[in-house]
């Protein structure tokens, strides 16, 4: 939790993880504000409203921003 949000990280191996539904259950049942899937790949990009398929290279400037 940071700043009243609460945020939620998942570690996949795959190179292109996607959306499954136990993602949308942990958005709902952990009341999260954002879920991050951190991943070997090179670019960072959305996978819905509030979920984040994020490059483990931007992983540190991308937690720095965090409110």
Do not use: N
Not at 12 to 24: E, V
Not at 42 to 58: C, F, G, K
């Amino acid at each position: 939790m940071r700043g009243g949000k609460r945020y939620g990280f998942e570690m996949k191996l795959s190179d292109t993880p996607t959306l499954t539904k136990s993602m949308h259950i942990a958005l709902e049942d952990l009341g999260l504000t954002r879920l991050f899937v951190i991943y070997p790949g090179a670019r960072s990009y959305s996978l819905h409203e509030r979920v984040e398929a994020l490059s483990i290279s931007e992983l540190h400037v991308r937690i720095s921003k965090l409110k």
